[in-house]
């Protein structure tokens, strides 16, 4: 199989790992609506109107996913963690629960959430990345993705729940920063599987 090959399916993997998270978030951020509205919405009533959200979520994945590993072959900078699956594993279920903690605990007001989930998305990088270039691209994630969110939004694109306009920028740029991260373990993960399997061809 080619390079160009092996990248592309790279890339189709994570952008089904991008629809995936999104709709992993969707359920969560759902149970959220459910305490604070006391009621039973769809569960995916939201993607009616926004269909295009979760095409949009996989492809950032895999943009994402791919320039983690071009970065790190550019750059040269040693890992710490590589080859091992578990631990690509256990940085999903933390980010999974970072996600669980945004939309289950009560917080006292939007900054203790926000330094809370801030302190969570450290955690994370710091145990299963510790890479400059990871952090730097984590938060430029956050950044843009919270940026393009609150434009879409501006521009009634895009429309949060009214369960979410009271605490969104709280808990935004952390998801985007975690889930930059994890994504980015993802695509690291997949092109070291490639790179060990054309050594041992």
């Known amino acids: 199989m080619s390079p160009m090959m092996k990248t592309l399916v790279r890339g189709v993997i994570l952008f089904f790992f991008g629809v ?37 979520c996989g492809m950032t994945a895999a943009f994402v996913g791919l320039l983690y590993p071009f970065l790190d072959k550019r750059l040269e900078e040693p890992l710490i963690y590589k080859g091992e699956w578990s631990n690509v594993m256990r940085c999903v279920a933390v ?30 990088w710091w145990l299963f990345d510790r890479s400059k270039s990871g952090f730097v691209l984590g938060v430029s994630t956050a950044v ?29 740029p952390c998801i985007f920063f975690s889930g930059g991260v994890t994504i980015g373990n993802i695509g690291r993960q997949l092109a070291m599987y490639d790179t060990d399997k054309e050594k041992k061809d």
């Open 20 to 56: 995936f998270f999104s709709l992993v978030l969707n359920l969560l951020q759902v149970y959220r609506e459910q305490l604070d509205e006391d009621k039973q919405p769809g569960k995916f009533d939201h993607y009616e109107s926004s269909w295009w959200v979760l095409p949009a």
């Open 95 to 124: 980010f999974v629960g970072i996600n669980h903690a945004s939309a289950k605990l009560e917080f006292s007001n939007n900054l203790h959430m926000s330094l809370t989930l801030a302190a969570m998305c450290i955690g994370l």
């Open 144 to 172: 843009l993705a919270t940026v393009l969110t609150q434009f879409l939004v501006y521009q009634g694109i895009y429309k949060y729940s009214k369960a979410d306009l009271m605490f969104v920028r709280s808990w935004l």
